[in-house]
């Protein structure tokens, strides 16, 4: 069964930065699949951050994270990266990688990781 | 603010349907059919029930149907059972600022 392992909680101080791993399948990132990042804030349901082109590393971010949010990968380690900087109290929240259905496609995910909450507290 | 808009709840008893929309814009859901739904039960990810407006992915149940018309998007269910009691989300390709946008989710509750 195809997986997704996000890395654990993070708790982080306010203006400081957090980066969650993903690490897929390693065909993942020999092909043209599509990893997004999706954050759910308690209460605020579910909210599109971006999405990495797992074979040439191209990203796409939701312009309210733009200058914030950093997307990478390592296709060494078939690990896609989520850096948010400058964190705020309104960054608290679990996230998510997923993976697309098929490559070339970017529009649904179905392969998800388990979340990694991260929490934001002086 | 959400970019689609969904009601915050529906609620139906078993073996009813029930049905929740997705009401958004010419940008984003009036734009393609590239509409997807996901379900969610408390404390798990979400997963994926329904893509481009009709289609299920492989191990989900034809109770689970949707439809499009103008800018509203549609997930019906029907022979509501117990295990659907979850929250439910619309996303859809937008043309705007955010790439995909998600609705604000629905929870359904079954009677």
């Known amino acids: 069964q195809v997986q997704l392992v996000q890395s654990g909680a993070e708790v982080k101080r306010p203006g400081a930065s957090v980066k969650i791993s993903c690490k897929a399948p390693?065909?993942?990132?020999?092909?043209?699949?599509?990893i997004h990042w999706v954050r759910q804030v308690p209460g605020r349901g579910l909210q599109w951050m971006g999405m990495?082109?797992?074979?040439?590393?191209?990203?796409t971010t939701a312009q309210t994270f733009q200058g914030r949010v950093s997307l990478t990968r390592d296709k060494s380690t078939s690990t896609a990266f989520l850096e948010v900087s400058s964190l705020k109290s309104d960054d608290m929240g679990v996230y998510y990688c997923?993976?697309?259905?098929?490559?070339?496609?970017?529009?649904?995910?179905?392969?998800w990781g388990q979340g990694t909450t991260v929490s934001v507290s002086s | 603010q959400s970019a689609l808009t969904q009601p915050a709840s529906v609620s139906g008893s078993p073996g009813q349907s029930i049905t929740i929309s997705c009401s958004g814009t010419?940008?984003?859901?009036?734009?393609?059919?590239?509409v997807s739904w996901y379900q969610q039960h408390p404390g798990k990810a979400p997963k994926l029930i329904l893509y481009?407006?009709?289609n299920r992915p492989s191990g989900i149940s034809n109770r689970f149907s949707g439809s499009k018309s103008g800018n509203t998007a549609s997930l019906t269910i029907s022979g509501l059972q117990s295990e659907d009691e979850a929250d439910y989300y619309c996303?859809?390709?937008?043309?705007?600022?955010?790439?995909?946008?998600f609705g604000g989710g629905t929870k359904l509750t079954v009677l």
């Open positions: 997923a993976r697309t259905i098929t490559v070339s496609y970017f529009y649904a995910t179905d392969i």
């Open positions: 390693a065909y993942t990132f020999t092909t043209t699949y599509y």
């Open positions: 990495i082109n797992s074979a040439s590393g191209r990203t």
């Open positions: 010419n940008r984003d859901v009036g734009s393609s059919n590239f």
């Open positions: 481009d407006v009709y």
């Open positions: 996303c859809s390709y937008s043309t705007g600022s955010l790439l995909m946008v």
